[in-house]
């Protein structure tokens, strides 16, 4: 168990829906991320926060946003949702937002099947 | 552009030998280096990792190897056991930045 939580563990919708993913981090973490995992991909970066702001940002769609908060989870929030957003998202967490020896743990993922 | 390439997408070891597990990457400005490993449904579980500044790092049955002059890092696993089949991914990060940058991945089967 790496600490960090996400919910829900798969999610089912529909094309042109909106979901809302979550995270909470390993205590004491203050940097998020989120990576998303698609078959023909591999795993891809999407967006970093640490304390609250947005630090880093991938190849995130603009339909795609997350954000922060003050306790430290961070939700990933997916718009107008396409078949090809059909993936495994995966947020981890560290301690700090930089630097080396700076290993990032990482939650469960959530299975989002877009239909 | 693929910065952080794993060639073999998989690799087959009998139980008690080597494992083996090989990553390249094209951009100079890696300088921290990770392996993870994952099971089916589970998210990547840190392993180890190397800074730049240095060429290996062990932890228990786990040696990471860092050639910067070839950008090549790799992963020994001594002695292999069946638990360890898995998929392995490398990623790299940049000093100034958090994010991972991960290979595709090597499957690893070890037979009993």
């Known amino acids: 168990d790496s600490g960090v939580t996400q919910t829900p563990k798969h999610l089912i919708t529909a094309t042109g829906q909106r979901v809302t993913l979550r995270c909470s981090p390993r205590?004491?973490?203050?940097?998020v991320y989120w990576y998303q995992q698609s078959l023909d991909q591999g795993l891809q970066f999407l967006i970093q926060?640490?304390?609250?702001?947005?630090?880093a940002k991938g190849n995130i769609l603009e339909r795609f946003s997350a954000q922060q908060f003050p306790d430290l989870h961070s939700e990933l929030n997916l718009s107008s949702l396409e078949l090809g957003d059909s993936a495994l998202y995966f947020c981890?967490?560290?301690?700090?937002?930089?630097?080396?020896?700076?290993?990032?743990?990482f939650g469960p993922g959530t299975r989002l099947t877009v239909l | 552009d693929q910065q952080v390439k794993q060639n073999s997408p998989s690799l087959s070891v009998q139980e008690g030998r080597i494992s083996i597990l090989n990553c390249d990457y094209t951009n100079s400005m890696f300088d921290y280096f990770l392996w993870y490993k994952k099971y089916p449904a589970e998210g990547p579980t840190f392993l180890i990792s190397?800074?730049?500044?240095?060429d290996k790092n062990e932890d228990g049955r786990f040696t990471v190897f860092l050639n910067k002059s070839a950008k090549h890092l790799s992963l020994h696993i001594v002695p292999s056991q069946p638990g360890d089949s898995a998929v392995y991914f490398c990623?790299?990060?940049?000093?100034?930045?958090?994010?991972?940058?991960f290979g595709q991945g090597t499957i690893l089967t070890v037979h009993p």
């Open positions: 990623a790299a990060s940049v000093d100034d930045y958090g994010k991972l940058t």
């Open positions: 926060y640490y304390n609250g702001e947005e630090r």
């Open positions: 205590s004491g973490d203050l940097s």
């Open positions: 981890a967490s560290s301690v700090r937002g930089q630097g080396g020896d700076n290993e990032q743990f």
């Open positions: 190397i800074s730049s500044i240095k």
